[in-house]
């Protein structure tokens, strides 16, 4: 039997204690639903997912949206309570992926699929035209990696957006936006405490 690494074996090592976090709105509002706080998961805080979809109140229903590094999968389950159409959920924790496969099954929704794997190999792993395309992501990765922009890359070369697509990136308070202003525009932005959050507009006129 080939034995895992060290550093595999604490990413999915099960913590003793769960935690739960609380749907806003929608037809799951003031659900509960489980999370186990494995190592750097940070579920965006209530105060900042109220904002957030205040912000997006008039584009989820119908959309078809992605929660990168989705952790708890606080902004998909959102979603979804609030009408989305579909929402894939992609992490590369084994415990983060069976507690968001069980808090589906527990809600009942038939609309969620989740993938385990690193987000970043994910998307690098897409067919360039081949794929679903979405109108809403979320993007939470682990602070201070450097993940965000070739992520955004990704989304943008691998033409896995529709265009008018709204892309939510949170990141560290000092982190400083280094993409291009196309076909990137800042829509909304907000900093609260640590944390920096920030909705972007996808504009690409060739995608049809």
């Known amino acids: 039997m080939t034995r895992r690494n060290s550093a595999a074996r604490s990413r999915d090592k099960i913590p003793s204690d769960v935690s739960n976090l609380r749907i806003i709105a929608g037809v ?7 999370f186990i706080p494995v190592e750097g998961l940070r579920p965006t805080p209530d105060r900042v997912r109220e904002t957030l ?3 997006l109140q008039t584009s989820i229903p119908g959309a078809n949206c992605l929660d990168l590094c ?7 389950f959102e979603a979804l309570s609030r009408g989305a159409a579909a929402v894939t959920f992609v992490d590369q924790s084994s415990i983060v992926v ?7 099954q527990l809600l009942k929704a038939q609309n969620g699929a989740v993938l385990h794997q690193d987000a970043l190999q994910w998307l690098e792993s897409r067919l360039k ?6 109108d809403l992501v979320f993007l939470d990765p682990p602070f201070r990696k450097g993940l965000i922009k070739p992520m955004l890359q990704l989304l943008e070369t691998k033409n896995l957006l529709n265009t008018g697509a709204l892309v939510y990136v ?12 196309t076909p990137w525009q800042l829509y909304r932005e907000k900093v609260a405490g640590q944390v920096a959050y920030r909705l ?9």
């Open 70 to 76: 989705c952790g708890s999968g606080a902004l998909g």
């Open 170 to 181: 949170e990141a560290e308070s000092e982190w400083i936006p280094d993409i291009a202003t």
């Open 53 to 55: 979809f205040n912000w």
């Open 129 to 134: 035209d081949q794929e679903a395309r979405y």
């Open 98 to 104: 069976q507690q968001i496969k069980q808090n589906l």
């Open 200 to 208: 972007y507009l996808y504009s690409n006129p060739e995608v049809d």
């Open 28 to 34: 799951w509002r003031g659900r509960k639903i489980p």
